[in-house]
């Protein structure tokens, strides 16, 4: 028995010590990574900080992520900036979601 609540305790601490991804939207196309970086430090430690680009054109899509070394920081910043402005657009900010699987496109583009 001691074990097992020594294991959940463990279990617990690790949790906490995850880092917690944001998905982070409405972003303008010529927000720059360091730019939302420096924003969302604010709030806490920022891990990692990407804005989504598209393949062909390399060019943002208007939303990234952004993960925080702990629960309580990602909550903090979905607080401080979720529908606030930033560098003229008003931001959306929640956890994110794992990515769902998609069909798969044939050479040509077109969905097998």
């Known amino acids: 028995m001691h074990f ?39 709030a806490g430690n920022v891990e990692s900080c990407v804005i989504i680009k598209d393949k062909m054109t390399g060019r943002s899509k208007g939303f990234g992520f952004v993960e925080y070394a702990t629960e309580e920081d990602a909550k903090k910043a979905i607080e401080m900036f979720d529908g606030k402005e ?12 794992p990515m769902r699987e998609r069909p798969q496109n044939s050479e040509d583009g077109f969905q097998l």
């Open 4 to 42: 097992m609540q020594s294991w959940s305790y463990n279990l617990v601490k690790l949790q906490r010590k995850m880092s917690k991804k944001l998905f982070i939207g409405s972003l303008a196309y010529t927000t720059t990574e360091d730019a939302l970086r420096e924003y969302f430090a604010q």
């Open 86 to 97: 930033f560098e003229g657009r008003t931001l959306v900010a929640n956890e994110a979601r």
